[in-house]
């Protein structure tokens, strides 16, 4: 009962189908805040660069839509609007209207965000091979076969 108690957790009053849900919401924040703390380095959110990443490696050459983007990454609707609105004063995207619909904005990624992105690849992967190596190869495995099986359920 240690593990209800690491996630404060009365196991007088525990619910078993609290500790998936709580637990992995506070393992979130502890990854989250851990890569953070290394793109902060670089003026980056976790958000911003999880942008970036999307347009980089997942964006169509004519870049992608708002709501492509917005389906790609943790964040709503309204706050996407306002994280894109930074991220141009910044330089680190662009959006263009769509040629034939004039309702949508493409978004692309600069030169300078690309360069940014490559300055940090590195360290980045590092930091997330290190958050991962405190479990064990079967561990990390056994981990995103059940994540990715409880993500399909939730998306049904």
Do not use: C
Not at 130 to 140: R, V
Request: hydrophobic share 40%; aromatic share 8%; net charge positive.
């Amino acid at each position: 009962m240690k593990d209800l108690e690491l996630f404060g957790m009365d196991p007088k009053v525990y619910r078993p189908y609290e500790l998936p849900v709580l637990g992995g919401a506070l393992v979130y924040r502890m990854l989250d805040n851990a890569v953070g703390k290394y793109l902060g380095r670089f003026g980056l959110s976790v958000t911003k660069f999880n942008v970036l990443a999307v347009l980089e490696y997942q964006s169509k050459p004519e870049g992608l839509s708002q709501v492509e983007l917005s389906k790609k990454v943790i964040i709503t609707a309204s706050n996407m609007a306002r994280l894109l609105e930074r991220m141009e004063k910044e330089e680190l995207i662009k959006r263009y209207p769509h040629k034939t619909d004039r309702r949508v904005n493409l978004i692309k990624i600069t030169a300078k965000a690309e360069k940014l992105l490559a300055s940090l690849w590195d360290g980045y992967e590092e930091t997330v091979k290190t958050l991962a190596a405190q479990l064990t190869k079967e561990d990390q495995a056994a981990v995103s076969k059940l994540m990715a099986k409880w993500f399909v359920k939730l998306k049904s």
